[in-house]
C-alpha cells in the first residue's frame, strides 16, 4: 500500500489553467498509473482563481474515496469566520490536518497568532504540518523556515503531532535532531526535487536519508509524500527502491505511519 501525504491541485503554470474538477482527475490518474492508494490535498495559503479554498477543495473530493484534505492556512489573512469553519471541519472529519507556511509568509511557528489553530489541533488529534526549507518562490524568506524553529513548538506544545514537510531540506541534520529529540515530531520527504530525480542527486540524497535513519532510529516518523505536480510520482517511487532499507521500515514510510497519524481507515481503499 501506497499513502501519500503532500500533494496540491494548484495551477503552478497559470498560463495553463485547468479546472479543480480536472486538478483532481489528473491527480487521480497519476496515483491509479504509480499504484498509489489514497493523497492527502494541501490547500494553499493563498486562495485565488489558480489555488481553490479548502471549502471548494473538500466539497470537490466528497465522492473520492481515495483522497483527504489537509487545509492551509495564512497566517497573515485568517480571520475569525476562516476559525470557525476550520473547526467545523475538523468536528464533521472533513480535513485530516493543517498546514502553515513559515518562508512563504513572515512568521515563526512559535507566533502566538497561532495558539488558537494548534489548540484545535490538538483538541481534535489532527497532524499540523509546516512548510520547512528552500521555497519554491524566490519571495520566500528561508530565515522563517529552518526546522529547528520547530523544535520551540514542540516543547510547548506536546501533545500536538508535528509534520516537518520536506526534511528541511536543505537542513536535514537540524531536522534530524527535531525528530529525534521530540516525540511528536514527524517529517515527510516531500518536494526534494522539482520533476524528476538524477541519477547523481539520487545518490546524494539516498545518503541524507539513510544518516537521518541511522542517527534517528526506526523510521516511525517519516512520511511518504511527493509534492505532486511539482515532484513526479513514479520517480518518487524508484527513488524509495534505491533506499538501503528492509522491507518492513519501508512500509513505516510508505503508509503505515501515515495511516496512524492521519486516522486514515485504509480497509475502505
Known amino acids: 500500500m501506497i499513502i501519500d501525504v503532500h500533494t496540491h491541485i494548484n495551477n503552478y503554470h497559470e498560463d495553463r489553467v485547468i479546472s479543480l474538477e480536472s486538478s483532481l482527475n489528473l491527480l487521480t490518474e ?4 504509480n499504484n498509489v492508494d489514497y493523497a ?5 495559503y493563498k486562495v485565488n482563481e489558480h489555488r481553490p479554498s479548502t471549502t471548494q477543495v473538500v466539497e470537490a ?14 497566517y497573515l489573512h485568517y480571520d475569525h469566520r476562516d476559525v470557525r469553519i476550520i473547526s467545523e471541519y475538523l468536528e464533521l472529519g472533513y480535513i485530516k490536518g493543517l498546514k502553515f507556511y513559515p518562508g512563504y509568509e513572515p512568521f515563526y511557528p512559535n507566533d502566538t497568532r497561532l495558539k488558537v489553530m494548534y489548540e484545535m489541533a490538538v483538541e481534535y488529534d489532527v497532524p499540523v504540518m509546516f512548510h520547512s ?3 519554491y518562490a524566490p519571495t520566500g ?7 529547528l524553529h520547530i523544535d520551540d513548538l514542540a516543547v510547548d506544545y506536546p501533545d500536538m503531532k508535528i509534520v516537518i514537510c520536506h526534511i528541511g531540506n536543505p537542513w536535514i541534520k537540524d531536522c534530524m535532531e527535531v525528530v529525534y529529540k521530540n516525540d511528536n515530531v514527524y517529517a515527510d520527504i516531500s518536494g526534494l526535487v522539482l520533476g524528476n530525480f538524477t541519477d547523481k542527486f539520487e545518490r546524494f540524497m539516498k545518503k541524507e536519508i539513510e544518516e537521518m535513519i541511522t542517527y534517528a532510529g526506526d523510521p516511525n516518523y517519516l512520511l511518504y509524500g511527493t509534492d ?3 515532484s513526479n510520482m513514479d520517480s518518487y517511487l ?11 521500515k519501508k512500509e513505516l514510510i510508505l503508509w503505515k505511519n501515515a495511516a496512524q497519524l492521519f486516522k486514515i481507515d485504509v480497509t475502505k481503499l
Not at 497519476?30 to 498509473?33: A, D, G, L, P
Not at 524508484?238 to 518492513?248: H, I, T, V, Y
Open 40 to 44: 492527502l490535498v494541501l490547500t494553499s
Open 30 to 33: 497519476n496515483m491509479t498509473e
Open 141 to 147: 524568506k528561508v530565515k522563517y523556515s529552518h526546522p
Open 133 to 135: 526549507g528552500d521555497t
Open 228 to 230: 505532486w505536480p511539482i
Open 238 to 248: 524508484k527513488f524509495m527502491d534505491q533506499l538501503g532499507l528492509a522491507d518492513d
Open 61 to 74: 473530493i466528497k465522492d473520492r474515496n481515495n483522497l483527504g484534505v489537509v487545509s492551509g492556512i495564512s
